[in-house]
């Protein structure tokens, strides 16, 4: 990693706030919103997640809702595809794939609008956080539902405690910051 990337990282690391208990009691919460409120590191963690995978022939890219719709809807942009948003139930106006996963105290669902991945396409999944890897597993099993073809998931933060990289394998899980 260069010099110009490990400042990158440290910018953006230095701006994450730990909030203790939040949600609830023994929950450590990463804040991103300090780094959100600053042009030059939130351009700084666009930039290397575009760095990241300029390499790769994308369609489309899948942000969850609904900090993931923040990094995926700039990358999106800055990489000229398009955005598909995987959103929680009742959201999207238009007839929609739904697909229910285990959160560690309950369930939740996501939903995606049936024609928004061509087959074949070939997709990046983005949110802010990956813990258990239950979101990220929801919606790359609705862009494969579609028939994409989800060739990495990206990730500002990953909870490596909590094993949600090895939840999505196959499906590469790159982040910018491990805790």
Known sequence: MSATIDHRIAQIRGLIRDVPDFPKPGILFRDITP????????????????????DQRLDAIVGVESRGFIFAAALATRMKVSFVPA????????????VSYALEYGTDSLEMHKDAIRAGARVLLVDDLIATGGTAWAAIELATRQGGH??????????TAL????????????????Y
Do not use: N
């Open 87 to 98: 959103r929680k139930p009742g959201k999207l106006p238009a007839a929609t794939d739904k």
């Open 163 to 178: 094993g949600g990289a090895a939840r999505i394998a196959p499906v590469e899980a790159f982040s910018l910051l491990k």
């Open 150 to 159: 989800v060739v990495s998931a990206a990730f500002v933060i990953e909870l």
């Open 35 to 54: 780094m959100l409120g600053d042009p030059q590191a939130f351009t700084a963690c666009v930039e290397l997640l575009a760095e990241r995978f300029a």
